[in-house]
Every structure is written in C-alpha cells, then in structure tokens.
C-alpha cells in the first residue's frame, strides 16, 4: 500500500515568495492533517480536513497560510507572502477514522522549506 | 487540554544498553499516547501506540511502553540499544476516541555510542 506522498521535499525561497506543498494522502483515508514542524520543536497542527471539509484551523496563520482540498483527497498548502520563520518541515499526514487502523496517523516525509 | 513532557531532550546510550525515554502527558479526557520516530531527513514513523486495554504495548524494532495513569506517563524503553535506534523520538497524544490532532512533545534525540 503506497504511503502519504508529499512534494517536493525541498524547497528554497526568498522572504516575501510564495510557495505551495501539495500531499496525496493514503487511499481511502478521508481525513487529512498539514503539520508544521520547526527545527528543534515537535509537529504542531495547521489544518485538518475530513474530506474536503475544514475540521480544525485554529493553528493556521491563515493572513498568509491557505489549504485546499478539492475533491476530498489530495491536498494543497500554500504560504503567500512567506516569512523567515516559515521555515520548517511540512508534514502531510492521513488517517481513516472508523477502520481497524482508524486510530493511527500516518506521515508522509515532509517537505522541507527554507526562507531566506 | 492536552500536553506532552519529555524530558531530556537529548538521550546518549551505549550499544546493547537499556534505552529509557521519558513521555509525561496531561489529558482532559482518556488518551490514546502514541511513540513516533523521525530518522534523518525523513517523515514520522509510528512505533507503537495505546488506545484502550492492556497497558504493556510492544511496537515495532523492540521498543514497548507502558501506560501508568497514575503517573500519567507513557515512558519508551528498549532492553539493548542498537545502533540504528539513534533518532528522534516524538511522545504524542490526542483526545481518546476522537482521534484528530496530535499534540507532540518537542522530540528527545537518542545517540547511541559504539
């Protein structure tokens, strides 16, 4: 079974550029998270979908951060304009609720940005 | 609310010793814990996981843990390091049966000496 897929893994922008991360979850998996993980620090939630619906928000930055899930599977985030803290991995991460696995996440390997 | 505390931010061992990783969580409701590891450059891995049970839980590379409610800990122990095991670990929880966000500790890295 083909696990979370993330692009790209890296990525180099300059303070003020956009940047987008796109993740295909798990087959069949209708919930969907977008974790940011800073140097140092554990993944911390920025969204997450059931579907192509909006569950959880709260942690998004959301005067430059924006998620999409059109379709109810795969998933895009961008950052406009992006500041030097940005900086982190992005984790992509499915899960589906309900199954003998329901009660575990799994991670894609993230997508790793810096700003400068 | 929930928190997750792991002490030590860094863990050194040498190989074949006792590897002890400490997960202190407050819960506002029954929590499913969870141990990841991060290898370099790569995403989180699930070792293991409690929901609901016995509290004994083995995952996978010879890692278990142990649920104590009382103590409110879910610490991560391996009878003998191996080399391999040098990585980050992460202590998670998340709210019971409504599983949807997972609040993380900020990592303990292992090191394991030769």
């Known amino acids: 079974e083909a696990g979370v897929a993330q692009s790209p893994r890296y990525k180099i922008i300059e303070k003020r550029q956009s940047v987008a991360f796109w993740c295909n979850p798990i087959?069949?998996?209708?919930?969907l998270y977008w974790y940011q993980q800073i140097l140092g620090q554990g993944p911390k939630l920025l969204i997450q979908?059931?579907?192509?619906?909006?569950?959880?928000d709260s942690q998004l930055p959301k005067d430059r951060f924006s998620a999409e899930r059109l379709k109810g599977v795969d998933s895009t985030l961008k950052i406009q304009p992006a500041k030097l803290e940005d900086s982190a991995v992005y984790l992509c991460?499915?899960?589906?609720?309900?199954?003998?696995?329901?009660?575990?996440?799994?991670f894609g390997e993230g997508s790793w940005l810096t700003v400068v | 609310a929930q928190s997750v505390t792991q002490l030590g931010s860094h863990v050194s061992v040498s190989e074949g010793a006792l590897v002890l990783l400490r997960c202190n969580y407050s819960?506002?409701?029954?929590?499913?814990l969870f141990w990841y590891v991060q290898y370099p450059n790569q995403g989180l891995q699930l070792l293991l996981k409690?929901?609901?049970?016995?509290?004994l839980v083995k995952g996978i590379n010879g890692f278990e843990a142990e649920f104590k409610k009382s103590e409110t800990s879910f610490h991560l122990t391996k009878p003998s390091a191996h080399m391999s095991d040098a990585a980050e670990y992460f202590c998670?929880?998340?709210?019971?049966?409504?599983?949807?966000?997972?609040?993380f500790g900020r990592g303990t890295q292992l090191t394991v000496w030769p």
């Open positions: 087959s069949g998996h209708a919930t």
């Open positions: 819960s506002s409701v029954p929590p499913y």
């Open positions: 991460a499915s899960s589906q609720p309900g199954t003998a696995s329901g009660n575990t996440i799994y």
């Open positions: 979908f059931q579907n192509n619906g909006v569950v959880d």
């Open positions: 998670a929880v998340s709210r019971g049966s409504t599983l949807g966000r997972l609040y």
């Open positions: 409690y929901t609901t049970g016995a509290t």
